[in-house]
Structure formats: structure tokens, C-alpha cells
């Protein structure tokens, strides 16, 4: 049993939308700030966006006004929703839970942008 579950990956055209969603167990729902990161080969890790548990959100300054991240307390679940995507937003998408010195990671999820 893994702490956060991934979905929504895939290929999709220049203008286009996805979402992703990362499942996690209540009790790190509940206690941890969450976020979701990329990563394409040959380049560092970025964080795209963060949301606490007060649903107080950031954004790196290439997805705003695109991205958005959400909590749903019901189903204990982040998404993002990417809109207008662009090929350069190509990477490796991955979930990422966090309290003080402890955090978790999920496994990953390709997006990929292109005609």
C-alpha cells in the first residue's frame, strides 16, 4: 500500500487540458501540505503548484493563470487542473505530501504535449 495514488497522465495537444489527481489517506490528508512538482529529463524538479490544509495555494510564475490546484476533503483527494497547456510543459508530474521534515512522494505520472 502506497500514501498517494496518482492518475490523470497522458498525452494531450498544445491547447489542451488535463487533470491529475492524487488519492492520499486521511491521515496524511488531514495533517500534511500538498503539492505537485515536475520534472523533465535533463532538468531539475520544480515545484508547479502547493496547497495547505487551510487551502491557501502558490504557483510557479509558468503555470499561473493556467494550473489550478484544489482539495476535495471529501474524497481526501488534490488535483490540478492544467489548461492550456503548452509543449514546454512536457515532465514527469509528481504528488508530493509534506509536514515539517516528513513528506511523501508518489510514483509519477507522464504528460505529454504535443500534436
Known amino acids: 500500500q502506497v500514501p498517494l495514488v496518482e492518475s490523470g497522465g497522458g498525452l494531450v495537444q498544445p491547447g489542451g487540458s488535463l487533470r491529475l489527481s492524487c488519492a492520499a489517506s486521511?491521515?496524511?490528508?488531514?495533517?500534511?501540505?500538498m503539492g505537485w512538482y515536475r520534472q523533465a529529463p535533463g532538468k531539475q524538479r520544480e515545484l508547479v503548484a502547493a496547497i495547505t490544509t487551510g487551502a491557501s495555494t502558490n504557483y510557479a510564475d509558468s503555470v499561473k493563470g493556467r494550473f489550478t490546484i484544489s482539495r476535495d476533503n471529501a474524497n481526501t483527494t488534490v488535483y490540478l487542473q492544467m489548461n492550456s497547456l503548452k509543449p514546454e510543459d512536457t515532465a514527469v508530474y509528481y504528488c508530493n505530501a509534506f509536514r515539517g521534515p516528513y513528506y511523501y512522494w508518489g510514483q509519477g505520472t507522464q504528460v505529454t504535449v504535443s500534436s
Open positions: 486521511r491521515n496524511i490528508f488531514s495533517a500534511y501540505a
